[in-house]
């Protein structure tokens, strides 16, 4: 079962200057995405950055 996004994405204003982050690391949604625009796959993404996956 999928999470909740609201369990797993969150925002502090003193992380990363508030952007939404993956909670509990300060990789930002916005890193993310960017990646995926970029070309990166999911697989790629979860490679380099395996605790987003957990």
Do not use: F, W
Not at 3 to 13: F, G, K, Q, V, W
Not at 20 to 35: D, K
């Amino acid at each position: 079962m999928k999470a909740n996004l609201s369990e797993r994405i969150t925002y502090d204003p003193d992380i990363l200057c508030g952007k939404p982050i993956i909670r509990g690391m300060r990789i930002s949604v916005e890193m993310i995405l960017e990646l995926l625009a970029n070309g990166a796959t999911s697989q790629e993404i979860l490679e380099d950055y395996p605790r987003v996956s957990t």
